[in-house]
Nanobody, 124 residues
């Protein structure tokens, strides 16, 4: 069973930045695709970004393209989500998830393991 732990959330003003981290204590994420999802109050959980295993490719939701960047550091066993130019509508709980096939997607059904989430609040 793969355990995922998110960190880096918090309160930030509009236009600010945060970097989220997704780690797998005692394991490596190198062979998994990893996705970031978010869920705002009263809304469905939506895919934000994903990164494949191996020869790395990335995908982004249209709402975050140009503002968010996903990356992985296999030596640190961590996947990051750099979030810039944050907007109030980015406020949500952010979850990372791992896909054992390594392919990844922005669909919840692609993922086998989930973290507990970290709160991101964008407000003045």
């Amino acid at each position: 069973q793969l355990q995922l732990v998110e960190s880096g959330g918090g309160l930030v003003q509009p236009g600010g930045s945060l970097r989220l981290s997704c780690a797998a204590p005692g394991s490596t994420l190198e062979y998994y695709a990893v996705g970031w999802f978010r869920q705002a109050p009263g809304k469905e959980r939506e895919g934000v970004s994903c990164i494949t295993a191996g020869v790395v490719s990335t995908s982004y939701a249209d709402s975050v393209k140009g503002r968010f960047t996903i990356s992985r550091d296999n030596a640190k066993r961590t996947v990051y989500l750099q979030m810039n130019s944050l907007k109030p509508e980015d406020t949500a709980i952010y979850y990372c998830a791992a896909d054992v096939t390594g392919r990844g997607s922005l669909k919840r059904s692609s993922y086998d393991y989930w973290g507990q989430g970290t709160q991101v609040t964008v407000s003045a």
